[in-house]
């Protein structure tokens, strides 16, 4: 029997969660927050693979929440995503965040996708461009195997990312990767509980559809205010492809100085990068 330690045991700060009946679709986990103000926008947070909203944007969750009403969905596969009987699409999940917010009642989101929410977040502003208003884009890419190095990588995570996903594993990854006393170890049990709730078939398919996934006609079509989250230490999406979507997209670019992981690596930086991307966004929305 193992007894957790309680360093290692918290919790964090985490948006009220509750489930939506979306017609199509079924029940739908999703973190909602509404603002105070009711006339401040509201931000559709679409995270990155393997990930979930919670573990995504849990760092920045508090930051926002005091400025903008929020919808966090997790998407196919993840969290506590759908499951249903299909290959997963991106156009699928772009369709669903979009009926989540119907449903919650917004008319006009800004759009915050990270990682594989990127294609998530093209997608929904090109299938639904009247509910998105403006769209922020984090550690993305315009296309995710242009090269055959970019195509084996894709073929080659699903199948790790299955292995990785085991408690011991994991739990052995994650305290390498945080070192003793980094603010976000106390987390730890958190995040691979959060991680576990996954399903590995859709997990895999979810990477298939990212492999296909080609903006580049598209994007610079979409004329959506945008800003970049641009992680200039990423090895996963090479920051040169990121530069590439935000030139398509003709975005604002706020630099944050980490890898991939930096959500959990650099939370009070991503807070804060985060922040100022949206302020940027709801600028550029208002001098239109």
Known sequence: MSIRNSAEGENPFLLPGKIVDVPGRGEMFVRHHQHSDSSVPTLLLLHGWTASSDLQFFSAYEELAKYFSIIGVDHRGHGRGLRPHCPVTLEDCADDAAAVARVLGATSVITVGYSMGGPISLLTAQRHPELVSGMVLQATALEWSGTRKEKNRMRFI?????????????????????????????????????????????????GRAI??????????????????????????????????????????????????????????????????????????????
């Open 211 to 288: 492999a296909k996934f080609d903006a580049r006609q598209f994007a610079p079509t979409l004329h959506k205010p945008a800003s970049f989250v641009l992680t200039l230490r990423d090895t996963l999406v090479l920051p040169h492809k990121q530069q590439a979507l935000a030139t398509a997209m003709n975005a604002q670019i706020v630099e944050l100085d980490g890898d991939h992981m930096a959500p959990i690596l650099m939370p009070r930086e991503f807070a804060v990068a985060t922040r100022q991307a949206v302020d940027q966004v709801v600028a550029a929305i208002q001098q239109r």
């Open 158 to 206: 699903g199948p790790v990312s299955h292995i990785v996903g085991r408690p011991r594993v994991l739990r052995w990854f994650m305290k390498r990767t945080l070192p003793r006393g980094h603010e976000t170890r106390r987390y730890v049990s958190w995040i691979i509980a959060e991680n576990r709730r996954n399903d590995p078939w859709m997990i895999a398919e979810a």
